[in-house]
C-alpha cells in the first residue's frame, strides 16, 4: 500500500494561507493567556492537591462549605466529570503552612464524613501497616490464631485487594475470598473497624518556593532545548537550516502552550516534559525534509531553490505523514487510555505532533526561502552543505 | 546463509538472551518468575502507592549555632584576659544570606586592641575575619571557604540523622536523596500517610539535663522577681512543654547542662509495669555516665530538669546516685515513647527543617495508573503494528519484530540499571514504541524509493539503509539533546520519562539499524535470486 505516491503539491506556493492560519492561532492562544492568564498546575504555582474517591456520588457543595469555613485563601472543590471523584486544590502562600494545611483538609474531611468519629480505624484510608498495629489485639481477643507474619500478610492481602477495588470496600463481607480472611476475622474487623464513604487517592502539597524554583528551570530547560537543537543542526547543516528549524519548533512549543491556555488546561511538570520531548521530536520531521533537500541541491542545480524545496517536501512527504502519524496514534493511545494524571501530558503531544507536522513544512521551509530572497532575489545559492559550496556559487554566477 | 548473516543473528539472539535474563533471571517455577519480575521491575511511588518528601535544610541555623559558640568561647577568653566589652552579638541572617553571619563586638578600649586581637588570632584565625570598624569595635565574618564546609557539613550530618531515622522505620526501598545544595529528597514506598514520619524527621531531638535553680513559676517575670529582676550569667529560664492545656511554667535552670544529646547511648520505649504507661529509657555513655554520677552524688534532693528541644519535661528530685540510666516519664502512649527513642538515638540535626514538597499516592490510584498504563501501551502497539502490517505487508513483520526487541532491551536495561519506572516512565516506553517505528518507516520509503528508481532489491535493500542512516541519527541526537536538559531540570517522575526515552532511543538504533537490516539479509539470502521484496 502506498499513500501519496508521486505527488507533486506546490506546498511553497500556497504558503501564506497556511503562515496565515499559524500567526492565528499563535495570537488567539496568546490573547487567551493575557487576558485570562496561564493555568498553572500545583508544581508551578505550590498549593495542596488532594484527589479522593467516593463510593456514592460526592457531595461536592457539601466539602466546599465545610473547607471554606475552615480555610484561608482561594479553594476549589470540583468534581472530575463523569466520575465519583473530587479534586480539591487550594493555595499555600508559605511554606510554613504546608504541612497545617494538609492536615486541616484531612480532618475536615474526615470530621465531615464522621468515618472515624468512634475512635476506630477506617479501613478506606489507611494502610496496611496501620491496619496490621490495630487488628493485632482485637485478633487476639477474637481467638484467631495469627503469627506476626500472618497478620503482616493478612494486612498486605486486605490493602491490596482494596487497591485492585478501586480503593474503597462498602461492606467488610467483601473481603471473604481475600487470602487468609475467615469469618471470624470479617466478624473483628466488622466489630473493630469502619468502612469511610471515601478514600484519599493522592496528595500533593507543594510551598511556592519550590513552585518558583521549577517555573525558572522548565523556562530554562527549554530554552537551553531550543539553543541545542540550534547548535546541532547549525552543525550539521547551515546556521540558517538551524535557525528556520528552531523558529519551527519555537512556533509549534508557542502554539500548544496557547492551546493549553484556551482549553483552561492547567500546566503541569508532566506537561513541561511533553513540550521539552516536541522540541526534539518536531526537530525529526524538519530534518527528513532538510536533509533531502541538501541532497536534492547536490544534484539539481539548474532548478530554483523554491522549485528544489516543493519537490523534497513532495518527497518525503509520505515518510512525515507516517512517521508522525504512527507516533501520533500512540500519543492518542495516552490520551484516550492514559487516565487523568498523563491527560495533560498527551495532550500536549498530540497537539505538539500534529502542530510539529505541519510547521516543518509550511513554517521551517518557507524560511529558507525567505532567506535567500532576503539575500538576493532569485539566486538559488543558499544551501548546499559547505563541502558544495564553491560549487554552487560558481553556478550561481553563471546563472 | 552468509557468514555475517549468521554473526549478526547470534549477536541478536545473545543480546535477547542477556535481557530476558536481565528481566527475569533464571525461574524455575512461575512463581519464581512473578517474583523476579516485580524484583527487578523497581516500580516509583506514583505507581505503587507512597510519598516522596522535599525539605530544605534552614543553614542559617548552623551558621547561627557556629556564631554562637564563637561569642560564648570570645566571652570566656575576654573574661580570662580582664579584657572590657560593652557588648558581643551576632546578626540574624535569611536563608539565602546565610554565609554573611557576622560577629560584632563593641567597646573594646583602644589600650586593649592588640590583647584583643591576639587572642581573636589566636583562636578563631583560622576560621575567621577580622575587621575593624572603628576605634573600639570590631566585625568577625567568615572565610568563604569555611562557609561552604559549614554548609557540606550540615549538609552531610542532615542527612545522616535522617537516614538513621528512615531506617529505624524498616521501610523497604525508602531512600534519602541530596537534592541540590541545601535539599534533601526522602522517598517512602508504601507510606501514603507520611504525618508522622515527617513530624518526626522534623524533631530536633535535643535531650538534657540541667540543675533546676527555682521554679517552677506561673510566668517568666515571677520567674524573674525571684532573682530580684537580674538573672545570674550563670542561670536561664526555659518554660514546660505544654501538655494536656494546662498553662506552661517556668524554671530557672543552670546555663551549662550535665547530660548533652551526644552523651547518650542509647534509648527505647519500655512499658511501666506498674502504671502501665509508656515511658522512654535512655543509657548515657560511659563517659557521661562518670560525670552523671558525680553530678548526682552531689546533689541528692535536689531537682533535675529533663530538658527537650528547650522545653522542660518534668523536674523530678534526685533521690539517689545515678549513672548511666535514665527515664522520661509522662509521655502520650506507645508512639510517642517510641518516636521519642528513635529520635534521640538517632541524634540532633545541626539545623531545623522545612518541608518544600510533599507527594503521596495511595496505592488504588497506582494500580489505577499502571491499568491505565498498560491498557494505552496495548492500543498503542495494537494501532501502530496494524498499520505497518497494512503499509508494508511483510516487511512491516521485520519492523514489528524490530518493535519488540526494542521495547524488550527497554526493560532490561531500566532493570540492570535499577532505574524506577514511573508513570510518565511508562508514557516514555509508550511514546518509544511510537517513535521506534519512525526509523522503519524512514529506510522502508528509502527502500521503496530505490526500488521506484530501478535499483536491484539487494542493492535497493542497501543504498536505503545507508542513505537513511544518518537521517535517522540526526533525529535522535535532536530528540536525546532535548531529554538530556529535561533530565537535568526535572524531578522524580519527569526524570524517569527522560531515562526512558532514551534508553528507548538508544535501543532503537540497534533495532531498526542492525536487527532491521539483519531480518533483510536473512530474508534475501533464502531467495536464490532475490527479484522481490513484500514492502
Known amino acids: 500500500m502506498e499513500l501519496f505516491k508521486n505527488t507533486n503539491f506546490d506546498f511553497l506556493g500556497k504558503k501564506w494561507p497556511f503562515i496565515g492560519l499559524s500567526l492565528v492561532l499563535t495570537a488567539a492562544g496568546w490573547i487567551s493567556i493575557a487576558t485570562k492568564g496561564m493555568r498553572y498546575g500545583i508544581d508551578f504555582k505550590g498549593g495542596a492537591e488532594m484527589k479522593l474517591r467516593f463510593a456514592q456520588e460526592p457531595p461536592v457543595q457539601k466539602i466546599r462549605s465545610a473547607l471554606e469555613n475552615k480555610l484561608p485563601g482561594e479553594i476549589s472543590v470540583q468534581q472530575i466529570s463523569g466520575k465519583p471523584e473530587v479534586l480539591i486544590e487550594t493555595e499555600i502562600k508559605d511554606e510554613k503552612e504546608l504541612n497545617a494545611n494538609r492536615q486541616l483538609i484531612d480532618d475536615t474531611l474526615r470530621g465531615m464524613f464522621d468515618s472515624s468519629a468512634s475512635g476506630m480505624i477506617d479501613v478506606n484510608n489507611s494502610s496496611s501497616t496501620e491496619l496490621a498495629e490495630r487488628l493485632r489485639g482485637p485478633l487476639q481477643q477474637a481467638g484467631v490464631p495469627l503469627s506476626e507474619q500472618d497478620l503482616q500478610d493478612l494486612c498486605a492481602a486486605i490493602s491490596a485487594y482494596r487497591a485492585d477495588h478501586g480503593g474503597i470496600l462498602s461492606s467488610a463481607d467483601e473481603l471473604a475470598g481475600v487470602k487468609g480472611v475467615t469469618p471470624k476475622v470479617i466478624e473483628v474487623l466488622k466489630a473493630n473497624t469502619v468502612l469511610g464513604p471515601f478514600t484519599i487517592l493522592s496528595t500533593d502539597v507543594v510551598g511556592p518556593k519550590i513552585g518558583a524554583e521549577l517555573r525558572r528551570q522548565a523556562v530554562l530547560a527549554t530554552l537551553y532545548a531550543l539553543g541545542g537543537m540550534l547548535v546541532y543542526i547549525a552543525f550539521r547543516f547551515e546556521w540558517i537550516y538551524g535557525v528556520a528549524a528552531v523558529v519551527a519548533v519555537f512556533h509549534d512549543t508557542l502554539i500548544t502552550i496557547g492551546l493549553f491556555s484556551l482549553f483552561n488546561k492547567p500546566i503541569s511538570l508532566t506537561v513541561v516534559a511533553a513540550l521539552l520531548t516536541l522540541v526534539g521530536y518536531s526537530m525529526n520531521d524538519t530534518i527528513v525534509v532538510f536533509d533531502r533537500i541538501r541532497e536534492n541541491l547536490k544534484m539539481v542545480r539548474r532548478e530554483s531553490l523554491e522549485n528544489v524545496i516543493n519537490l523534497s517536501i513532495n518527497q518525503t512527504l509520505s515518510r512525515t505523514v507516517l512517521t508522525s502519524g504512527l507516533t501520533l496514534l500512540t500519543a492518542l493511545a495516552l490520551w484516550l487510555f492514559g487516565g487523568e494524571v498523563l491527560n495533560g501530558f498527551s495532550f500536549a503531544l498530540v497537539a505538539g505532533i500534529i502542530v510539529g507536522t505541519y510547521s516543518s513544512i509550511f513554517i521551517a521551509s518557507p524560511i529558507l526561502v525567505f532567506w535567500q530572497n532576503f539575500r538576493g532575489t532569485g539566486k538559488p545559492v543558499v544551501a548546499a552543505p559547505p563541502t558544495r559550496e564553491t560549487a554552487s556559487q560558481r553556478k550561481a554566477m553563471r546563472g | ?535
Open chain 2, 1 to 535: 546463509m552468509s557468514s555475517n548473516t549468521r554473526i549478526r543473528l547470534l549477536i541478536i539472539l545473545a543480546v535477547i538472551l542477556v535481557c530476558i535474563y536481565g528481566i527475569i533471571g533464571l525461574p524455575t517455577s512461575k512463581a519464581e518468575l512473578v517474583d523476579n519480575w516485580k524484583k527487578n521491575i523497581r516500580l516509583g511511588t506514583d505507581l505503587r502507592g507512597g510519598s516522596s518528601l522535599v525539605m530544605e535544610i534552614q543553614m542559617q541555623d548552623a551558621f547561627k549555632g557556629e556564631a554562637d559558640t564563637v561569642i560564648q568561647r570570645l566571652r570566656d577568653e575576654l573574661t580570662k584576659a580582664s579584657i572590657p566589652f560593652t557588648d558581643l552579638s551576632r546578626n540574624d541572617p535569611t536563608f539565602e544570606a546565610a554565609s554573611k553571619i557576622q560577629v560584632n563586638i563593641t567597646g573594646i578600649p583602644g589600650t586593649k586592641a592588640g590583647d584583643f586581637r591576639m587572642i581573636v588570632n589566636d583562636n578563631f584565625g583560622s576560621v575567621w575575619i577580622m575587621t575593624t570598624v572603628n576605634e573600639t569595635d570590631y566585625r568577625l565574618t567568615l572565610k568563604p571557604s569555611e562557609a561552604l564546609r559549614i554548609r557540606a557539613d550540615t549538609l552531610t550530618q542532615c542527612m545522616n540523622v535522617i537516614e538513621k531515622k528512615i531506617n529505624s522505620y524498616g521501610l523497604a526501598e525508602s531512600s534519602v536523596q541530596q537534592r541540590g545544595e541545601s535539599q534533601i529528597l526522602v522517598t517512602l514506598p508504601g507510606v501514603d500517610d507520611p504525618a508522622r514520619i515527617k513530624q518526626n524527621l522534623k524533631t530536633a531531638a535535643i535531650l538534657e539535663l540541667y540543675e533546676v535553680q527555682g521554679g517552677p513559676f506561673a510566668s517568666r517575670e515571677e520567674a524573674m522577681q525571684s532573682k530580684n529582676g537580674i538573672l545570674p550569667l550563670s542561670s536561664q529560664i526555659l518554660p514546660s512543654a505544654v501538655r494536656g492545656g494546662s498553662p506552661a511554667e517556668f524554671y530557672i535552670l543552670a546555663r551549662t547542662p550535665v547530660v548533652r544529646g551526644q552523651d547518650l547511648r542509647d534509648a527505647k520505649p519500655v512499658q511501666n509495669s506498674q502504671s502501665g504507661g509508656w515511658e522512654t529509657n535512655f543509657v548515657l555513655t560511659q563517659d557521661a555516665a562518670k560525670r552523671f554520677e558525680r553530678f548526682t552524688g552531689a546533689h541528692i534532693r535536689d531537682r533535675l530538669a529533663i530538658v527537650l528541644d528547650k522545653k522542660v519535661l518534668s523536674a523530678p528530685t534526685i533521690e539517689a546516685k545515678i549513672s548511666d540510666n535514665g527515664v522520661i516519664t509522662n509521655l502520650g502512649g506507645h508512639d510517642e515513647a517510641a518516636d521519642l527513642a528513635l529520635n534521640l538515638r538517632a541524634g540532633s540535626l545541626p539545623a531545623s527543617l522545612e518541608y518544600l514538597d510533599e507527594r503521596s499516592v495511595g496505592p488504588s490510584l497506582g494500580a489505577d495508573s499502571i491499568r491505565q498504563g498498560l491498557v494505552s501501551g496495548v492500543a498503542g502497539v495494537i494501532a501502530v503494528v496494524t498499520l505497518m502490517l497494512i503499509y508494508y505487508k511483510r516487511s512491516g513483520i521485520n519492523a514489528t519484530l524490530a518493535l519488540i526487541l526494542n521495547a524488550l532491551i527497554l526493560i532490561a536495561v531500566l532493570s540492570y540499571a535499577e532505574a524506577v519506572l514511573t508513570l510518565p516512565g511508562i508514557a516514555g516506553i509508550i511514546l518509544t514504541i511510537g517513535m521506534a517505528v519512525d526509523s522503519n518507516v524512514l529506510i522502508f520509503e528509502r527502500i521503496r524509493e530505490e526500488l521506484r528508481a530501478g535499483k536491484a532489491v539487494v542493492a535497493a535493500v542497501e543504498a536505503g539503509f545507508g542513505k537513511a542512516f544518518l537521517t535517522i541519527i540526526d533525529t535522535h541526537v535532536t530528540t536525546i539533546v532535548s531529554c538530556c536538559f529535561l533530565f537535568l531540570f526535572g524531578t522524580g517522575p519527569v526524570k524517569g520519562f527522560a531515562v526512558t526515552l532514551v534508553i528507548g532511543l538508544f535501543a532503537n538504533v540497534f533495532t531498526a539499524v542492525f536487527v532491521s537490516r539483519t531480518i533483510f539479509n536473512w530474508e534475501l539470502a533464502g531467495q536464490k535470486r532475490a527479484v522481490t521484496l513484500s514492502i
